[in-house]
Each structure stands twice: as C-alpha cells, then as structure tokens.
C-alpha cells in the first residue's frame, strides 16, 4: 500500500554530486514531513535532512552547506542535492515519511564516495 522509492545513488567522485529521488504513494504526501537518512556500516543511522510540508528544513550539522532538501507535491516526490561530496558521506541513504503515529521508509539507496 505504502511505497517509498528512492533513486539516484551510485558511485561519485570526491567532491562531486549527486541527486537522489524518492518516490511516495499511498500516502497524503502534502501533509507529511519528508527526510533523507543515512546509515553507514557498523553505525547508527542518522538524520540528513527534513522538510515540513509548510517548507521548514532541519540538517545535520556534517552536510549544512552542501545538501538541500526539496519536495514536489504534484509529483509526490523529494529530493537531496548532495554537492561537495567526501568520503564520510559514504552509505546506504533512506527516505522517510511521519506524521504522528505514521513513520514510513524507502529501502534505501547506496551512495559511495571514492576515487
């Protein structure tokens, strides 16, 4: 019923970018609060980026600067512009939806950071 697809990940050169979709159906997707996550091997996975449905951002201290989140509610679908890409950066990156009790993800998209 509820699907959120990503896509866009792959393999970038360091300081290079890239921009990654996510997909949302079965969903009110005008009146949740989307986000992009990250988990990297052997660690938690962490917040990159969310946005309200009335426009307010929230990001990770490590990718302000270099990441914007963005969202298209006709097409139901949000974005990450991920410029000035390094290394640490590297990992499995998820798609998230909430509002309230609903929490919703993506099964994730791999982004690799190597030269």
Do not use: H
């Amino acid at each position: 019923q509820v699907q959120l697809v990503e896509s866009g990940g792959g393999l970038v050169q360091p300081g290079g970018s890239l921009r990654l979709s996510c997909a949302a159906s079965g969903i009110a997707f005008s009146i949740y609060t989307m986000g992009w996550y990250r988990q990297a091997p052997g660690k938690q996975r962490e917040l990159v980026a969310t946005r309200t449905n009335f426009g307010s951002t929230n990001y990770a201290d490590s990718v302000k600067g270099r990441f914007t989140i963005s969202r298209d509610n006709a097409k139901n679908t949000v974005y990450l512009q991920m410029n000035s890409l390094n290394p640490d950066d590297t990992a499995v990156y998820y798609c998230n939806g909430r509002r309230s009790g609903a929490n919703y993800w993506g099964q994730g998209t791999q982004v690799t950071v190597s030269s």
